[in-house]
């Protein structure tokens, strides 16, 4: 059984910084890519960033490039997303997910199916 738990969202003003942490167990967490995807109330869910196992490798979505960095620290099982110059349309709850394999392709680490656990969200909004 693999148990995600993220933290750190909030309330933020537009233009501010927000850095979310998804603390991973149950799994050889370092041998699997992550991902962070979020869903904003009445829309479907949707890819924000991936990294692959040793972290040498990212994916992000159009909408948060240039804006968000996701990253790792095995030694810690964490997870991290750190988000700059939020926008009132980053509001939403955000998921983080691990994969099934160590390293996904651009393509498929946007794909939520290739992730077979999540953790229970963490609510962040932006104001303008």
């Known amino acids: 059984q693999v148990q995600l738990v993220e933290s750190g969202g909030g309330l933020v003003q537009a233009g501010g910084s927000l850095r979310l942490s998804c603390a991973a167990s149950?799994?050889?967490?370092?041998?699997?890519?992550m991902g962070w995807f979020r869903q904003a109330l009445g829309k479907e869910r949707e890819f924000v960033a991936a990294?692959?196992?040793?972290?040498?490798?990212?994916h992000y979505a159009d909408s948060v490039k240039g804006r968000f960095t996701i990253s790792r620290d095995n030694a810690k099982n964490t997870l991290y997303l750190q988000m700059n110059s939020l926008k009132p349309e980053d509001t939403a709850v955000y998921y983080c997910?691990?994969?099934?394999?160590?390293?996904?392709?651009?393509?498929?680490?946007?794909?939520?199916?290739?992730?077979?656990?999540w953790g229970q969200g963490t609510q962040v909004t932006v104001s303008s």
């Open positions: 149950g799994r050889t967490y370092s041998r699997v890519a």
């Open positions: 990294i692959n196992w040793n972290g040498d490798r990212t």
């Open positions: 997910a691990s994969a099934r394999y160590g390293f996904l392709s651009d393509y498929d680490s946007s794909n939520g199916s290739e992730y077979d656990y």
